[in-house]
């Protein structure tokens, strides 16, 4: 095997696959990226068993083949190469003899016969739909993904497609964010599926800048993700998500608007003060029109803010782990922020005044 391709395609297809490359692993060759031939492309493909990432990069194929070659010593050899093209000749030992410029190096690498077969999805459902979007609805409910991997069902995202609308959800059980879309051309498509963290993660990492259309494909227990020249694959979360409509206040005795920045930036520096793990914080609705923000900590001290904001219901006092509301406060981008309350032991749900696609249900903590 012989190619030659530039060091920026190089690098850029390396970055691609990389992060899902295990650090340690009883499969040696898990550790290592694949790199096999086609017309006029390079392929590389790097996987963990659970999510697989693939791309091709353009490159001068002199002789067709395949290798495996370590992921973290290649990825330090063509960072430091100079911005020139890069030559990978496999020889008779599988040793890569690697040349760039004046730059030599030979890599022990590994023969491609026991690396993982690339999944196949078969498709069952498919949307296609702008990166942008996808991109925005991710960034809003990751953050309510649990931590807690004994939960096991609650550490991915919901993607729910029915009647043209894709729906995302996801909860810690102290915290749920949801957001629908409308997919033109996905009417007939339906959907039920929870995706891990880890790939949707990636996914955003890898679609954070750029424009386009990425397709998503599912079948029983995997979804594919492709854009560009790149593909993911990964297994879906086994189990059945929780009944989540059940969690959503009905209808809001009272209901305030503010600022979303100022909010933000109040709760932030109140949250200083708060229990390391509780963050609990309490928020004094007034109806003359100011919110104070306080919290304490024994033996440490206590912090006190005040916003403005738009209320005309009963004084009210609710209290809430400050992380949940800055997070929430971080992912929205609208000038203002509303919050419906309906009394002190019951959630509360923020939303974006004139946006019903999205919404951020808290629970209460009882003090």
């Known amino acids: 095997m012989k190619v030659v391709c530039s060091k920026n395609n190089l690098l850029e297809g390396i970055n691609t696959v990389f992060n899902v490359i295990p650090t340690k692993s009883t499969m040696p060759i898990l550790m290592n990226i694949l790199l096999r031939t086609k017309n006029k492309t390079l392929e590389l493909i790097g996987t963990d068993m659970e999510i697989s990432v693939k791309c091709e990069i353009d490159a001068e194929i002199v002789d067709k083949g395949c290798i495996t070659i370590p992921a973290r010593k290649i990825n330090d050899i063509v960072r430091e190469l100079p911005d020139t093209n890069v030559d990978i000749e496999i020889d008779e030992n599988n040793r890569a003899l690697i040349s760039c410029g004046k730059t030599n190096y030979k890599i022990v690498c590994l023969a491609d016969d026991d690396f993982p077969v690339y999944p196949e999805v078969k498709e069952k459902a498919n ?24 939960r096991y069902s609650l550490n991915g995202v919901f993607f729910k497609l029915a009647d043209g609308i894709l729906t995302m959800v996801a909860t810690d059980s102290h915290r749920l964010a ?20 880890k790939v949707l993660s990636e996914l955003m990492r890898l679609t954070a800048e750029g424009e ?30 929780p009944q989540y ?5 009905g209808e809001c005795k009272s209901k305030l608007t503010c600022a979303r920045e100022e909010l933000w930036a109040a ?5 200083l003060m708060a229990a390391d793990k509780s963050k609990t914080t309490k928020f004094e609705v007034l109806k003359k029109g100011s919110m104070l923000i306080s919290s304490s900590t024994p033996d440490v001290g206590e912090a006190k803010d005040e916003v403005k904001i738009d209320y005309d219901g009963d004084d009210m006092t609710v209290a809430y782990n400050a992380r ?4 929430a406060l971080r992912v929205m981008e609208e000038k203002e922020v509303s919050l419906e309350l309906v009394d002190t032991n019951s959630p509360g749900v923020m ?7 999205f919404l951020y249900v808290i629970m209460p903590i009882r003090v």
């Not at 949801?178 to 963290?197: F, N």
């Not at 854009?227 to 189990?239: M, T």
């Not at 409509?245 to 206040?249: E, Q, T």
């Not at 939303?351 to 696609?357: A, C, E, I, V, Y």
């Open 127 to 150: 949307l296609t739909l702008e990166r942008g979007m996808l991109n925005e609805m991710l960034k809003r409910v990751v953050i309510a993904v649990s931590k807690d991997e004994t």
């Open 178 to 197: 949801k957001i629908e879309k409308k997919i033109a051309g996905s009417e007939q498509a339906k959907v039920e599926a929870i995706v891990p963290t």
């Open 212 to 241: 386009g259309k990425i397709k998503v494909v599912f079948d029983d227990n995997k979804v594919l993700f492709s854009f560009e020249d790149k593909q993911i694959v990964s297994q879906l979360v086994e189990g059945q998500f």
């Open 245 to 249: 409509d059940s969690v959503i206040p």
């Open 267 to 271: 709760t932030k520096r109140v949250e």
């Open 324 to 327: 949940y509301v800055v997070e």
């Open 351 to 357: 939303r974006s005044p004139g946006d019903d696609s």
